[in-house]
Every structure is written in structure tokens, then in C-alpha cells.
């Protein structure tokens, strides 16, 4: 682990059970792709904490050679990493993510 | 001179055959923002359909997407929204 931002990224993903490394916050996103994200986990109302890479020059490259993975946003879960926007909005289209998100015991609101 | 969107599709032709490819550059619907450059080439969205992807999940799909154009990310590519399907999905819709 020669990287310092691996540490501090470790410590953040297993002290949060949803994590959103992005650009901005959630109140005020500065990318369309990291805006799309907190949309869904809002949506499906899952309790997340957001990263702002553009605030932390270490984190926001660090976090690319760490999940080896390189755009942002990142969604990670319970410590592992789930994927970028494409991803995120693929499962939840799908209702893979509520599904997974659930199974990983994390509160999700039940669709009507 | 060939342009990003061609190597792009070059590079995904060669690492996925047979595939069919499609890439837009959104670029300029990014102008002015972070990651944006002034020749832009910066923001693109494409679609592969390829056998290749088989048995594959949506991780490792979009993990062999970015190896085979890691030459593009290193000069500027910023953003790149991948859809990624194998014919059989791509048939389904």
C-alpha cells in the first residue's frame, strides 16, 4: 500500500456502508454524471456519504488507481467497489441495485 | 487527421471483434467545464456490441473497455459513458 490516499479511502469506505466519491457534494454536484448518482441514491432513498474529489487533490487521483477505475463518480458498498455512473444507472434500471443494496443492509425505500 | 472518436473506435475493433461500435463525441455539451479543453475531444459516449462480452459482468466489461483505450485517457479523454452489450442483450433492447 505505497499510496497514502489508499489509507484514508480504506478507512472512509469501511467506516460508511455507501460511499460516493464525487465531484461537488450531494447538496450541489458539479458534474452531470456525479448529479445523475446522487439522484438515484436519493431516489431509492439510500443514506450515502459523499467525497468531493475536486476538494481533495490526493483523493480525487488516488481513487482511480484504487478501484483502478478511471472517472468519476465511484460508488462503493460495504467497502467494495460497485461501479461509475453507467453502472449505477444500468442497476438501477434493472432494480439490481435496490435489490443488492438491500441485501447488503442498507435501507431502501420500497417502491409503490 | 484521424480524430479521437476514430481511434476510439479503432481501438475497440481491435479488442473486441467482431463488434459493432458507436461513438458520439459530446464535447461540446461540456465547454466551460471542468475537464473540458479548448480543442475539446474530451467527452464521448459509446456503444459496443460484441460476443466478447459474454459471461462477463458490467465491472469487467467496462474494466476491458478502459484498458483498450487507456492511450486515450492518458491524452485528455475526461469522461466517457460506456454502454456495453452482447448481441443477444443488444437484440432485447
Redesign the interface.
Known sequence: MSNPAFERIESDIKANPVVLYMKGTPVFPQCGFSARVVQILSHIGAPFKGVNVLEDAEIREGIKEYANWPTIPQLYVNGEFVGGCDIVMEMFQAGELQSMLKEQGIPVKDEG | MQTRADRIVAALTRCFPPAEIAVVDDSHKHAH??GARAEGETHYSVQVVSPAFAGQS??AR??AA?AALAAE?ATGL??????LLTPEEAARG
Open positions: 467545464h471542468a458490467r465491472i467496462s474494466r478502459h485517457f475526461h469522461a466517457l459513458s460506456l454502454k
